[in-house]
């Protein structure tokens, strides 16, 4: 059997008056996203470990943030899509594993949604499904709360 695995990475500034999805759910905060979509940076990571994984390049080579076409749109769509691009391929996913790094707000309670979420997207068993969240101690840009990142790695195989 062909496996392949792919990681991404993506990060966003945060701002007052944003909103702030993540993993396919908005959670509330004083804060949210600056982005040119929906800013779900779980999302976003993920889709680039996706492609990645496949040898399709990245989310913004498939989306990008200069289309008035993906101006603020849902990241689920998205997601949608990649998840079609990687099939045409003969590929499926094995398994995903995500680590959010933020220092506020806390993720902890909203993390069973959003695998709940990302697995209904992705039509996965849910144990498929891994999400961590962590902080950084106060330090970096996601510990002085300006922006949160992600790292996401996935399995696929043929």
């Known amino acids: 059997m062909d496996y392949r695995v792919g990681h991404g990475y993506d990060?966003?500034?945060?701002?007052?008056?944003?909103?702030?999805?993540?993993?396919?759910?908005?959670?509330?905060?004083?804060?949210?996203?600056?982005?040119?979509?929906?800013g779900d940076v779980v999302i976003h990571a993920l889709c680039d470990a996706l492609l990645g994984a496949a040898?399709?390049?990245?989310?913004?080579?498939?989306?990008?943030?200069?289309?008035?076409?993906?101006?603020?749109?849902?990241?689920?769509?998205?997601?949608?899509?990649?998840?079609?691009?990687?099939?045409?391929?003969?590929?499926?996913?094995?398994?995903?594993?995500?680590?959010?790094?933020a220092q506020k707000p806390k993720l902890k309670e909203y993390i069973p949604k959003m695998e709940e979420t990302l697995a209904g997207i992705l039509n996965l068993d849910i144990d498929s499904i891994s999400i961590k969240a962590t902080t950084t101690e106060k330090l970096g840009f996601e510990g002085r709360e300006e922006g949160i990142s992600v790292h996401a790695v996935v399995l696929l195989k043929k």
């Open 55 to 101: 040898k399709l390049r990245d989310i913004g080579t498939h989306f990008p943030d200069t289309s008035d076409e993906f101006k603020n749109i849902d990241s689920k769509l998205l997601l949608k899509k990649v998840v079609a691009l990687i099939q045409e391929k003969n590929y499926n996913i094995g398994n995903i594993d995500i680590t959010v790094l």
């Open 11 to 38: 990060v966003h500034r945060l701002a007052e008056g944003e909103s702030l999805w993540l993993g396919g759910i908005e959670i509330p905060h004083y804060k949210g996203t600056v982005a040119h979509s929906d």
